[in-house]
């Protein structure tokens, strides 16, 4: 099963008092089965927005007004809510990093994870309590016979974010959304996840969109990476390849941000500036204002996501020919 899903010009805006707010603008990509994909990029980027329109979660005042999200070749925009409502939960899932706001405080564990199975599958109660202890032993969840009936305050938040998971995957979903699933976690509780998700993902093959700011995660989980900045794809490449050669400035002070492993770096560097205002975006490039290499075409024009090698595209008019490496630092 290959072509799992594929976002073509995809374009979500909001409509505030102050302005129109560009948070996707125009963006493609795909993603295939058993494949995880990372979505990486500051906040305001416009990451969980796309996940959100995959899902058709947006609401007003935001709009998704223009595009396709083609899942198993069918346009989800083409959709009625009835139809979404079957699919959501069930061929796609999403995992908001928030567990204790993203769980229902006056319900059980394992009665929301019953809910999930039983308005997708003909399930009976018993069946659904038997598969919810299951799945929270799926995820690594100790004495999950116990666990199933404590209310979501009762668990810690390795645990919270291990039965979001298992809601997730109650219905082995062809495609899981994960929307910075480590936030506030210790790099011990986030690694098990991974290894967890990994797991599952080899199990059922799901493909997997994975939204993060943290390049060293991706390196770790991911086959394919895109950088978002202000709102637009700026960068996509097989993660090894993107490591190695990065293209845009933008990718490339996301990289020298990261800690070295040896821990021999005298000094991180960061990247000046802030995101642009989406309202009030940049004439030409939107990364200009930040970056030192720009010049006065890119002020005034904006360059187009092109394929630079096969697999590897970038948006910026100072990355060098095909037949060129090193991009636009070399």
């Given at each position: 099963m290959s072509g799992l899903l594929r976002v073509e010009n995809l374009v979500t805006r909001f409509y505030t008092d102050e302005g129109v707010v560009k948070a996707v603008d125009g963006n493609s990509f795909h993603l295939d089965a058993d494949e995880a994909l990372g979505v990486v990029g500051e906040s305001g980027s416009g990451k969980t927005v796309t996940a959100l329109s995959i899902?058709?979660?947006?609401?007003?005042?935001?709009r998704i007004e223009g595009g396709r999200i083609l899942f198993l070749g069918q346009d989800l925009l083409r959709k009625s809510e009835r139809?979404?409502?079957?699919i959501?939960?069930?061929e796609i899932s999403m995992v908001f990093q928030d567990s204790l706001s993203s769980l229902n405080p006056t319900?059980?564990?394992?009665t929301q994870i019953v809910r999930v199975l039983r308005n997708h599958l003909r399930i009976s109660r018993r069946d659904g309590w038997r598969r919810a202890m299951e799945l929270l032993a799926a995820v690594g969840i100790p004495e999950p016979a116990k666990r199933v009936s404590h209310y979501p305050h009762q668990l810690s938040g390795g645990m919270r974010q291990r039965a979001l998971i298992a809601m997730a995957i109650a219905c082995n979903p062809k495609?899981?959304?994960l929307d910075e699933p480590t936030t506030a976690l210790d790099v011990t509780i986030e690694a098990q996840i991974f290894e967890l998700i990994g797991r599952l993902k080899g199990e059922f093959g799901m493909g997997v969109f994975l939204i993060t700011h943290?390049?060293?995660?991706?390196?770790?989980?991911?086959?394919?990476?895109?950088i978002m900045y202000a709102g637009k794809i700026v960068e996509e490449a097989p993660v090894e390849e993107l490591y190695e050669n990065p293209l845009h400035p933008y990718t490339l002070g996301l990289l020298r941000s990261i800690p070295p492993l040896d821990g021999e770096a005298e000094r991180l560097e960061s990247i000046p500036g802030e995101v642009p205002d989406l309202i009030n975006l940049p004439l030409g490039c939107n990364f200009s204002p930040r970056c030192a290499l720009a010049d006065e075409r890119c002020w005034q024009v904006e360059?187009?996501?092109?394929?630079?090698?096969p697999g590897h595209r970038?948006?910026?008019?100072?990355?060098?020919?095909?037949?060129?490496?090193?991009?636009c630092h070399g």
């Open positions: 899902m058709r979660l947006i609401e007003n005042p935001g139809q979404m409502r079957r959501r939960g069930k319900l059980t564990v394992g495609l899981l959304i943290d390049l060293s995660v991706v390196a770790s989980f991911c086959q394919r990476v895109i360059p187009e996501l092109s394929e630079i090698t970038a948006a910026c008019w100072k990355v060098k020919s095909p037949a060129a490496t090193g991009g």
